[in-house]
């Protein structure tokens, strides 16, 4: 940004604040997702009938965000938060080059992402393959809301190997009985971190069946979803985030791989090898070297998992 184009961005970014008594207002960041569907809360996204031109459908909501979405398909700015300023719009990270101090103090390099996931879409039932016995538990056929795609923060894929720190996150499930939404969802569960018993060459086998079965869903523990919880879920801890509105907080950056395809929609043979490389490998040579690089084993099959990393808010009388 030139010198006389950032006096006038800062300009304009001061006099909003002082008009607006140090208040910013900003347009929402809606980013659309070919990954899954969601609930209609935060936008019209419970049907592919709802999709953009690529097929996603619009359901995170990111706020205040310095992070673009980092979709196969891209999207100039999306994810990218514009604040409302004297003359029009300006985004969030442009206002941060000319007027840090005045927006975020200390705080921007260790400003977070935040979103708003609505997680949903019509309830399916699990595909497993022929090797898992029938009497299993394990191989309920019971119709459910489908979870967010079974996956790892594990970092950037740099020369067929993950590099850096994947994204830590925390969600918070808040009460949806209440106006406007109204909602009664009934038992919800979610799928995060490893069974205790599970072994790394069963869950390879199961990484393997990418896009064909749902034999990895099983090797997830499975929790019920209770308003006002609270989870911490650390880089490369397995996740399948359960079909409830859920307020996320995580480090600034989208990196991800899939372990897992949508629930209950198995792959055409003409999808299923782009979306393992684009969407699973990611540029890692194999299934093995996502095991290895994109899982920490100790965490995810913990014996006290749960209790380590969920909590209970305390709820103010006042609510």
């Known amino acids: 940004m030139a010198s006389e184009e950032s006096c006038a961005v800062r300009t304009r970014v001061l006099q909003t604040i002082k008009k607006n008594d140090g208040v910013l207002f900003a347009v929402s960041a809606v980013v659309h997702r070919e990954m899954y569907l969601g609930r209609d809360v935060i936008a019209k996204n419970s049907s592919r009938a709802y999709a953009d031109e690529r097929g996603y ?8 965000s310095m992070t673009e979405a980092e979709n196969e398909k891209r999207r100039m700015n999306e ?17 941060l080059k ?96 490893l069974k205790p018993d599970i072994d790394k060459q069963h869950v390879l086998e199961n990484l393997r069946l990418f896009g064909c079965s749902d034999d990895l869903y099983t090797c997830l523990n499975v929790y019920d979803i209770h308003p006002w919880e609270t989870w911490h879920i650390e880089e490369k801890v397995v996740h399948a985030p359960g079909p409830w509105l859920t307020f996320e907080i995580q480090r600034p950056q989208d990196d991800f791989n899939l372990l897992a395809w949508q629930l209950g929609s198995p792959l055409l043979d003409e999808c299923l090898v782009h979306a393992r490389e684009s969407l699973q490998l990611r540029g890692l040579e194999s299934e093995a070297t996502l095991l290895e690089e994109g899982i920490d084993w100790e965490i995810n099959t913990a014996m006290d998992f749960q209790d380590k990393w969920c909590k209970q808010c305390e709820v103010s009388a006042h609510i």
């Not at 459908?57 to 205040?64: A, I």
């Not at 997680?119 to 394990?138: E, V």
């Open 98 to 193: 000319v007027a840090e101090q005045e927006l975020m103090g200390l705080f921007s390099a260790t400003w977070p992402l935040t979103k708003v996931l609505d997680i949903g879409g019509p309830p399916r039932a699990p595909i497993y393959s022929p090797g898992l016995k029938k009497d299993s538990p394990l191989t309920q056929k019971e119709e459910e809301v489908p979870p967010i795609p079974c996956h790892v923060h594990a970092g950037k894929v740099v020369q067929g190997h993950l590099c850096g720190r994947g994204k830590t996150e925390a969600y918070f499930f808040p009460p949806l009985d209440v106006p406007p939404y109204n909602l009664n969802l009934g038992q919800v569960k979610t799928r995060l971190g």
């Open 79 to 95: 994810g990218l938060t514009s604040l409302i300023v004297e003359g029009g719009e300006v985004l969030l990270r442009e206002a």
């Open 57 to 64: 459908v619009p359901v995170e909501w990111w706020v205040m």
